[in-house]
């Protein structure tokens, strides 16, 4: 790098700033869709499944691992433990209230959700559902391409990088949200395939 430019090795400062930033969106916005596919439930039992589920605690919604231990007994079996016996009725609520699909069973300490196996027409309708999480995941690194492409073109509209720069810019901008497209698409990949294993 020559004195005065910046990590992409353009002399605007203007160029390195967006394209950081659009890169810390969609980063951002790569990881969002992972958690979201992890939210979709396969075969397997994970902690993951109820950890967007919350609970009402003292008044207050509060993320069901805030307040309970989960661990994973069996490959179909998740249990809750409550850290305070008062919230097993909570919990069990909020569990029954979810889209989870599956009755929570209580003895009054732990809470034991047993995940019955997917039918082949359960496990297309989950295929439906990541796909069109990834789709969301697409739009928003477009949207963040977007962004900074309108950031660039007032910097060079206004004489602040030349018209080449804010070429080799949007080239640079087209080679990062492919890279992110990517990792979204691997991701989708991999979760499909947990899905559709019998």
Do not use: W
Not at 9 to 31: F, N, Q, S
Not at 62 to 70: E, K, L, R
Not at 124 to 135: F, I
Request: charged share 35%; net charge negative.
């Amino acid at each position: 790098m020559f004195p005065g430019q910046g990590r992409f090795g353009y002399a605007g400062a203007v160029i390195d700033e967006t394209l950081l930033e659009a890169m810390e969106k969609m980063d951002k916005a790569v990881e969002h869709t992972q958690s979201q596919f992890a939210t979709v439930r396969t075969g397997r039992a994970t902690p993951s499944l109820v950890e967007r589920i919350t609970v009402e605690y003292y008044g207050t919604q509060v993320p069901i691992q805030q307040i309970a231990s989960i661990s994973v007994p069996e490959a179909r079996q998740l249990l809750i433990k409550p850290h305070d016996r008062g919230t097993i009725e909570a919990v069990e609520r909020a569990i029954r209230d979810s889209d989870l699909g599956v009755a929570p069973n209580s003895d009054g300490i732990v809470i034991r959700l047993s995940l019955p196996q997917l039918t082949e027409e359960r496990r297309r309708e989950y295929v439906k559902v990541v796909k069109h999480m990834a789709e969301e995941g697409r739009i928003a690194l477009r949207s963040s391409r977007r962004d900074a492409r309108k950031t660039m073109e007032i910097a060079e509209k206004d004489g602040e990088i030349s018209a080449d720069e804010l070429d080799r810019a949007e080239k640079e901008m087209e080679k990062v949200t492919h890279e992110h497209v990517e990792h979204i698409d691997a991701a989708l990949g991999r979760k499909e395939q947990e899905l559709l294993e019998v």
